[in-house]
């Protein structure tokens, strides 16, 4: 049974820092690429960061430069690092394992919310 567990979100302030996890379990972990999402109130999902099986990254233009993703295939976790938090980035974050011709899975999402 695949799963993926994402820990890590609550409250912080506006310029604060969070640090995401999402823990698997079930796949072969290191030949999965990895992606973090995220949904805002009223908006659609929207792709936050992805790490490739082999570590290349990518980023939204509106988390570039203060987002951060990184995985430890030892682990099978993959890690936001997010700093410089602003209001806009409050949203339920997901974490996304896609394998080609494997499928993808998602997990259950965390709450991060900025806010004073």
């Known amino acids: 049974q695949v799963q993926l567990v994402e820990s890590g979100g609550g409250l912080v302030q506006p310029g604060g820092s969070l640090r995401l996890s999402c823990a698997a379990s079930?796949?072969?972990?290191?030949?999965?690429?990895m992606y973090w999402y995220r949904q805002g109130p009223g908006k659609q999902r929207e792709l936050v960061a992805l790490?490739?099986?082999?570590?290349?990254?990518r980023y939204a233009a509106s988390v570039k430069d203060r987002f951060t993703i990184s995985r430890d295939n030892a682990k099978n976790t993959v890690y936001l690092e997010m700093n410089s938090l602003e209001p806009e980035d409050t949203a339920v974050y997901y974490c996304?394992?896609?394998?080609?011709?494997?499928?993808?899975?998602w997990g259950q999402g965390t709450q991060v919310t900025v806010s004073s």
């Open positions: 996304n394992a896609f394998g080609s011709r494997l499928g993808h899975y």
């Open positions: 079930g796949i072969i972990f290191s030949i999965y690429d």
């Open positions: 790490i490739t099986s082999v570590s290349r990254t």
